[in-house]
């Protein structure tokens, strides 16, 4: 059953489509920008605490070298989880504004030749005739 041949506006069958894989390279050793910046704001911590209070404070710095490796080599659905830090990012700044709902749920394609225009020129279509012969 096809959208053409359907009874109800909402009945229809999805056909499923398939990406290309996702590419896999990365600025040094394969690891990607904002890996690298992750991992060395984990080394910056680690210096740095190393400076200040020697081996003592490394108790203190652990957890946060900790927290950048495992935002840079933790994997969750195919992506890193600093590689994910965007995309929630965006979902949460929609969901705060309670843009996560379409308007209209789109069910299936306009039919060919028809227009979707408002008001009083909706009926109108997209035709073609022939062009008349010299």
Request: aromatic share 8%; with cysteine; charged share 10%.
């Amino acid at each position: 059953m096809n959208a053409a041949t359907s009874s109800k506006p909402g009945d229809y069958e999805l056909q499923p489509v398939k990406f290309s894989r996702l590419t896999r390279r990365g600025v040094l050793f394969g690891l990607a920008a904002s890996q690298l910046v992750v991992m060395g704001i984990g080394a910056v911590m680690l210096v740095f605490s190393l400076y200040v209070g020697g081996g003592a404070s490394l108790i203190v710095a652990f957890p946060v070298i900790l927290f950048c490796a495992a935002l840079a080599f933790v994997g969750v659905g195919g992506h890193k989880l600093i590689q994910w830090l965007p995309i929630a990012a965006v979902w949460l700044w929609r969901s705060t504004g309670g843009q996560l709902i379409y308007r209209r749920r789109v069910v299936a394609p306009r039919p060919v030749g028809t227009l979707a225009l408002p008001g009083d020129a909706a009926p109108c279509g997209n035709g073609s005739t022939p062009r008349p012969a010299l």
